[in-house]
């Protein structure tokens, strides 16, 4: 797959613009799964209290063979805000909300879904496969709201609860989830050197309509 794009940033309204297109072209029998999307973002803080950024993504032009499923052909309004505290740096409350219609699709992620910056409940890994809630965005509506506590700088704690709804129908085709989903999750990383830190996560998702989830990960990590 070859991937063309470009990017602007501009400094304006009291904030910061973020605007891009990309396009994913298809070789070798993925040609039908060429697709584009276009973005724009907007990221200010208000006054002393909260730091917004907005976001919207768009998917489209793709043409899939022989009536086959669409896999990008939506858009997604992704809102992260974070509390401005007393401890702006070490104490930061977050809350985070998406909507998404029909089944937009990331241009580029290597490892997880639209949505892995939502919240930890969303993330991730290629190597030991950790559960995660559905991470799409593909009809469905919700957020996630924790606490992130970096102590003095030396280590830090998340704490988080995460959750969304369907749009339509249960049994509707093309969207990723059954059902609504729900999960709790815990993150815990403390540095053990200057290169060298210790991470570990747990979660429970509950899920209506699929199992339920239980993960528990333990990662020693080094920084290049």
Same mark, same amino acid.
């Given at each position: 797959v070859n991937i063309y794009g470009a990017a602007a940033f501009i400094?304006?309204?009291?904030?910061?613009?973020e605007a891009g297109v990309a396009h994913l072209d298809g070789e070798s029998g993925l040609d039908d $799964?060429?697709?584009?999307?276009?973005?724009? =973002?907007?990221?200010?803080?208000? $006054? =002393?209290?909260?730091?917004?950024?907005?976001? %919207?993504v768009y998917s489209f032009g793709q043409d899939r063979d022989d009536n086959a499923q669409q896999t990008a052909d939506g858009v997604i309004f992704l809102i992260e805000n974070s509390l401005i505290t007393r401890k702006p740096?070490?104490? %930061?409350?977050?809350f985070n909300f998406f909507a998404g219609f029909d089944r937009p699709q990331s241009a580029a992620r290597d490892n997880g879904g639209i949505l892995k910056n939502t919240g930890i409940n969303f993330e991730t890994d290629g190597l030991t496969g950790y559960p995660k809630l559905d991470d799409t965005g593909h009809d469905t509506f919700g957020g996630a709201v924790g606490i992130n506590y970096l102590f003095g700088l030396d280590r830090q704690i998340v704490a988080e %609860?995460?959750?969304?709804?369907?749009r +339509?129908?249960?049994?509707?085709? +093309?969207? =990723?989830?059954?059902?609504?989903?729900?999960?709790?999750?815990?993150?815990? $990383? $403390?540095p053990i050197s200057k290169v060298?830190?210790?991470? +570990?996560? %747990?979660m429970a998702g509950f899920?209506?309509?699929?199992?339920?989830?239980?993960g528990v990960r333990f990662e020693v990590r080094r920084k290049f």
């Open positions: 400094d304006a309204s009291e904030g910061y613009w $799964q060429s697709f584009t999307n276009i973005t724009l =973002a907007f990221s200010k803080r208000y $006054q =002393a209290w909260l730091s917004n950024s907005s976001r %919207v740096s070490t104490w %930061v409350p977050y %609860v995460a959750g969304f709804k369907i +339509g129908d249960e049994n509707e085709t +093309g969207r =990723a989830a059954a059902d609504d989903q729900l999960g709790i999750g815990l993150r815990y $990383q $403390q060298w830190i210790l991470r +570990g996560d %747990v899920r209506s309509e699929a199992d339920d989830l239980m």
